[in-house]
């Protein structure tokens, strides 16, 4: 089996910065790419940033500039700065990857964490 494990979320204030980690964990291959989405109330669930095994990352509007994401593909970990982040940034952050398995390498899965919940308020 394979597991997201996220962390990070939490409360910050206008223009403060948070930092959201993704763990991938079980019978993995390969990872490639991994990214975080995000989906606020009445909202559909959209695409922050992705980053591939080869570290080429791509962003949407919204953040460039704000958020950077990295991985450690050693550690099958990805990670989404957050830095002057807005009343709108407010959402539920879910890491997403598509995972090769050992027993199953000619097949991509995607795999979804369970969501951190990210409030952007005074």
């Known amino acids: 089996q394979v597991q997201l494990v996220e962390s990070?979320?939490?409360?910050?204030?206008?223009?403060?910065?948070?930092?959201?980690?993704?763990?991938?964990?079980?019978?993995?291959?390969?990872?490639?790419p991994m990214g975080w989405f995000r989906q606020a109330p009445g909202n559909q669930r959209e695409l922050v940033a992705s980053i591939t095994s080869g570290g080429k990352t791509n962003y949407a509007d919204s953040v460039k500039g704000r958020f950077t994401i990295s991985r450690d593909n050693a550690k099958n970990t990805v990670y989404l700065q957050m830095n002057s982040m807005k009343p709108e940034d407010t959402a539920v952050y879910y890491c997403n990857a598509k995972i090769r398995r050992t027993d199953s390498y000619n097949v991509l899965r995607d795999y979804?964490?369970?969501?951190?919940?990210?409030?952007?308020?005074?």
Do not use: H
């Open 8 to 32: 990070g979320g939490g409360l910050v204030q206008p223009g403060g910065s948070l930092r959201l980690s993704c763990v991938a964990s079980g019978n993995i291959a390969s990872i490639d």
């Open 112 to 122: 979804w964490g369970q969501g951190t919940r990210v409030t952007v308020s005074s």
